[in-house]
């Protein structure tokens, strides 16, 4: 198995810990989006992730179905609508990121203070070149 596929196993396990049905990843990143904006609309969501605004629709739509999310009018503009988390969708999203900091303590919790200098200076350097084969709006 990839290691990027060992992370996402890992994740998966640590997500695991509840007693509630898992969310998938996917809908718990666009959740954590719409808690760190409260009242961001879809076409926001759309601009932040570089999804096509008829996935983050689907995505918005599943997110009110489970009850993590709620939408209220939008005092601006009456043809869209704010999104806010739920307090269940908020914690969902805390034990989401309290799983993503345990597989964190996993790869990097054994390292070295230099050696994790050394790999995070490796990783920007990755992503920078990684970023510069993507269209400018996808750059996030």
């Known amino acids: 198995m990839s290691l990027f596929g060992s ?3 890992a994740l998966r396990h640590e997500m695991q810990g509840g007693a509630e049905p898992a969310v998938a ?3 718990l990143r666009m959740l954590q989006l719409c808690q760190r904006h409260p009242g961001i609309t879809q076409q926001g969501l759309a601009q932040q992730t570089g999804r096509d605004k008829g ?3 689907r995505l918005v739509k599943e997110l009110l179905d489970l009850g993590l999310l709620t939408k209220a009018d939008h005092p601006e503009d ?3 609508h704010r999104l806010l988390p739920t307090p269940t969708g908020m914690a969902a ?3 989401f990121e ?3 900091a345990g597989v964190a303590e996993l790869l990097f919790g054994g390292l070295r203070a ?3 200098r050394s790999l995070t200076e490796q990783l920007v350097a ?3 070149r990684v970023e510069t084969r993507l269209p400018s709006d996808e750059a996030d």
């Open 126 to 128: 990755l992503k920078q």
């Open 98 to 100: 309290q799983a993503e």
């Open 25 to 27: 990843p996917m809908l």
């Open 114 to 116: 230099a050696d994790l």
């Open 7 to 9: 992370v996402k196993q």
């Open 93 to 95: 999203v805390q034990r």
């Open 78 to 80: 009456r043809r869209s």
């Open 55 to 57: 996935q983050v629709a």
